[in-house]
């Protein structure tokens, strides 16, 4: 199996593990996949107010920010060190500027092959990017040698734009 989960032909290799999620940080060739993505959201928040000569005690309602929350991704294995590395430069206390970079969380369509065979990625059918992502905060799994849990790193993002491509 080749250093990062995408083959030549752009498909996507069988993860080691159950994942139903691709991941592509653009500008660093980084990919994962990920088996739970929580907290993709965009509200506006709602200004209010009334004009002093207003007849209405009603107030006027305009949109005002738009602010999205923490994406949460927990994935059990990646084989790209190219994912790990940004979240190692992210997270530590000695980085310089912050590496923000769009990523791309797309389906994978994991019953379009067998466990053996290359499943591919779901052609765009439903897909998010994240802009000027980081990372916010890294979970190391809980390490028990007397269980047989699989072992669930988590990485949340921050990101300041979303676009849900059609």
Excluded at 22 to 45: K, Y
Excluded at 76 to 88: A, E, V
Aim: net charge negative; with cysteine.
């Amino acid at each position: 199996m080749s250093d990062n989960i995408y083959q030549n032909d752009k498909t996507l290799a069988y993860p080691l593990t159950k994942m139903n999620f691709a991941v592509l940080v653009e500008g660093r060739d980084a990919h994962a996949a990920f088996s739970e993505v929580t907290g993709i959201e965009a509200s506006v928040d709602v200004v209010e107010f009334r004009q002093g000569n207003a007849n209405s005690l009603a107030p006027v309602k305009i949109p005002g920010l738009v602010k999205h929350g923490n994406v949460t991704l927990k994935y059990g294995y990646t084989m790209d060190s190219t994912f790990k590395t940004w979240i190692q430069e992210c997270t530590s206390e000695t980085r310089n500027a912050m590496p923000r970079h769009n990523v791309s969380i797309e389906l994978i369509d994991t019953n379009a092959a067998a466990p053996d065979q290359v499943v591919e990625q779901a052609n765009g059918a439903r897909s998010w990017i994240l802009k000027n992502a980081w990372v916010a905060k890294y979970n190391a799994p809980d390490m028990d040698a007397k269980t047989s849990d699989v072992a669930i790193e988590s990485v949340e993002l921050a990101y300041e734009e979303l676009v849900i491509p059609n």
